[in-house]
């Protein structure tokens, strides 16, 4: 089994920075796509950054030039870097792995999802 274990999730003033960080474990092969999503109350979960095994990266445009989203291999690590935070950024913020697996016959690929960290951000 995979397990996604975020942290790094506050409360924090407008304006101020968070770093979250994500850490995969179990039985791991390698990891394609790494990312967080964000969901608030009532909304649909909404992709914040993705970050390729080969360091391609990808962001949505509300936190272009703000967020900043790296990975350690190694590690099987994914890291956000948020600056400038604004009020509405507020928000459970989910770390999500498409991960590949050897079941002993061959080579699997599964998608799994971080419990979520809580982000505030005080006006």
């Known amino acids: 089994q995979v397990q996604l274990v975020e942290s790094g999730g506050g409360l924090v003033q407008a304006g101020g920075s968070l770093r979250l960080s994500c850490a995969a474990s179990?039985?791991?092969?390698?990891?394609?796509?790494m990312g967080w999503y964000r969901q608030t109350p009532g909304k649909q979960r909404e992709l914040v950054a993705v970050?390729?095994?080969?360091?391609?990266?990808n962001y949505a445009d509300s936190v272009k030039g703000r967020f900043t989203i790296s990975r350690d291999n190694a590690m099987n690590t994914v890291y956000l870097q948020m600056n400038s935070l604004k009020p509405e950024d507020t928000a459970v913020y989910y770390c999500?792995?498409?991960?590949?697996?050897?079941?002993?016959?061959?080579?699997?690929?599964?998608?799994?999802w971080g419990q979520g960290t809580q982000v505030t951000v005080s006006s």
């Open positions: 999500n792995a498409d991960v590949r697996r050897w079941n002993g016959y061959r080579v699997t690929t599964s998608d799994y």
């Open positions: 179990g039985s791991i092969f390698s990891i394609n796509d």
């Open positions: 970050t390729t095994s080969g360091g391609n990266t």
